[in-house]
């Protein structure tokens, strides 16, 4: 019995030194564990999910008149995932979103989590303003500095 509480243990330790290595957008990580070294690795392949790639592709497809459609302008911020997770707008299911299009957010407010690794993470903002644009849908998995919010300063 001993032998697998161990294991559980190994493993929420592995799972969290693999949370760290994407959010800090690490392909390398070389710790010791009680006497145990441990080396992990991200291949560039598994960095990103596939999807991801499937959609850059479809970003340079674009006409350039959509493209400057998207210019950011001057007095705009964005808001960038810090992680790879899941994005989520609300606290729970059917709870009422963080930010709506349109409302005005304060430095630190929360805007969204992002579920890592069954780790909730909560995003705040850097800038006081008003969100203008809100990009991935809700559930939908995110990339490493993939835009989540523009916000209007």
């Given at each position: 019995m001993r032998a697998e509480a161990r294991?559980?243990?190994?493993?929420?330790?592995?799972?969290?030194l693999i949370e760290l290595m994407q959010r800090d957008g690490l392909d390398r990580l070389r710790v010791k564990v009680e006497g145990i070294d441990v080396d992990l690795?991200?291949?560039?392949?598994?960095?990103?999910?596939?999807?991801?790639?499937?959609?850059?592709?479809?970003e340079h497809a674009r006409p350039p008149q959509e493209l400057a459609a998207d210019e950011v302008p001057a007095n705009?911020?964005?808001v960038l995932a810090p992680l790879v997770g899941m994005f989520y707008r609300a606290p729970a299911p059917g709870a009422k979103r963080?930010?709506?299009?349109?409302?005005?957010?304060a430095t630190g407010q929360t805007l969204c989590i992002l579920?890592?690794?069954k780790l909730m993470n909560e995003i705040v903002s850097d800038h006081d303003g008003k969100v203008?644009?809100?990009?991935?849908?809700?559930?939908e998995l995110?990339?490493?500095h993939q835009e989540l919010f523009w916000i209007e300063t």
């Open positions: 294991l559980e243990l190994d493993k929420k330790t592995l799972d969290q690795r991200m291949s560039v392949e598994h960095a990103r999910p596939p999807q991801i790639q499937v959609d850059q592709a479809v705009v911020r964005k963080f930010v709506e299009l349109g409302d005005a957010v579920e890592a690794m203008v644009k809100v990009l991935p849908k809700d559930g995110v990339a490493l």
